[in-house]
């Protein structure tokens, strides 16, 4: 099950709506879930007031039932690690009166929003991921996944345009991916070598969906191999379609190209099961139910090892159950109203 922001944790605390929402899901035969992003402890890291913490005791709690309910019904859970950086409106934020943080600070209209990182701030972040890592394996979930796509903060120092830095968290592909390789270090020493860390990355952000974080194979592999030496275990490859190829000569969608520079394992993601886009969803349209041969076809190749699903089970939380029984006919189709509500 691929993270899908839900926004359904009143102050930060995940109820028990959230604990029968992925017990529903991991009982019906989803392997493995990746929870929705869950902000780290620090005070500029949300841009929802009801998106779920991964701090303090009452939403530790809550999480503490979610991992409990998802293994009860024999599924393993992680949770994915958040901080927005300047993608935030700390008007509409928990702690509005603390201005966000960003690499290099931007300004939208006459709005601060992104003020830069002294190293002292970098620091406290990483700590604060770090701190979040060893929550969740002391919840008992199952690993982590950091979040590092979509033009939030881990993102921010990966692109070039939003870290304009002259230190050595910005400059080349190295410098840029230093922010990131602190936190998996950090991480990977509080939760020591036996349980995973994913790291999702995409080349869209959500300000600009035809942006390109890399351009050729070779510049994907000058990204990875900082963050493989910091120790990430797993590649969470975000794409909008799983099925377009990454790079011009070659099928192969960002996750297979991963795969094939890195070789580490890989998860694909975008899509899946569905007639349209993430965007034709944030419209208000309505998605089809399509069939899955083109992926399980990538896996029969071994381009990729893991394959997230997103819409798809949030329309019908037994779509999995019904894949595997040949009950394709009989899976609901994606709706707006999945969008807006917790089932």
Known sequence: MAPMTRSHSPGGVPGEDVVRYYERRAGNDVGLIITEGTVVDHPASANDLNVPRFFGAEALAGWRCVAEAVHAVGGRIIPQLWHVGSARNPEVSPNPDVPSVGPSGLRKRAVAFGDPMSESAIADVIASFARAASAAIELGFDGIELHGGHGYLIDQFFWEGTNCRLDRFGGDIAGRCRFAAEIIKACRAAIGNKYPIFLRFSQWKIQ???????????????????????????????????????????????????????????????????????????????????????????????????????????????????????????ILPFTPDAMKVLT
């Open 208 to 330: 600009d969906y035809k942006a390109k974080l890399l351009n050729s194979p070779q510049e994907l592999e000058a990204f990875l191999s900082p963050l493989i030496d910091a120790g990430v275990d797993v590649f969470h490859c975000s794409t909008r379609r799983f099925w377009i190829p990454e790079f011009e000569g070659s099928p192969l969608n960002l996750a297979g190209w991963t795969k094939r520079v890195s070789g580490k394992p890989v998860v694909t993601v975008g899509s899946v099961g569905l007639d349209s886009d993430m965007l034709a969803a944030f419209r208000g349209e309505r998605a089809a139910v399509v069939a899955i041969d083109a992926v399980v076809e990538m896996i029969a190749r071994q381009e990729v090892d893991l394959v997230a699903v997103g819409r798809a089970l949030l329309a019908d939380f037994r779509w999995a159950r019904k894949i595997r029984e040949e009950r394709e006919s009989d």
